[in-house]
């Protein structure tokens, strides 16, 4: 039984960074290509940011520059460092495989960018 678990969200200024938390249990997570995904409201979810096991990373063009995923397989754990954070980057959060067969999704974790 596959669990996420996101944390990390909150309520930033422009311009402002946080740094999000994911945690998978039951999974064979150090084999698997993580992501980040977010959703807005009345929008898509979207894939924003992969790493594979061996930390190879890819960005959307909206965050490139700005947001930097991480990982660490032992403790099955998946990061994501939001710098310069905008208005446009409020969503709720979710971490997941990034392959072709997502697991059960989590939570999420809600980041509000506003003054």
């Known amino acids: 039984q596959v669990q996420l678990v996101e944390s990390g969200g909150g309520l930033v200024q422009p311009g402002g960074s946080l740094r999000l938390s994911c945690t998978a249990s039951?999974?064979?997570?150090?084999?698997?290509?993580m992501g980040w995904y977010r959703q807005a409201p009345g929008k898509q979810r979207e894939l924003v940011a992969t790493i594979t096991n061996f930390g190879s990373t890819n960005y959307s063009d909206s965050v490139k520059g700005r947001f930097t995923i991480s990982r660490d397989n032992s403790k099955k754990m998946v990061y994501l460092q939001m710098n310069g954070l905008k208005p446009e980057d409020t969503a709720v959060y979710y971490c997941?495989?990034?392959?072709?067969?997502?697991?059960?999704w989590g939570p999420g974790t809600q980041v509000t960018v506003s003054s």
């Open positions: 997941n495989n990034a392959g072709t067969t997502n697991w059960p």
């Open positions: 039951g999974t064979m997570f150090s084999i698997r290509v």
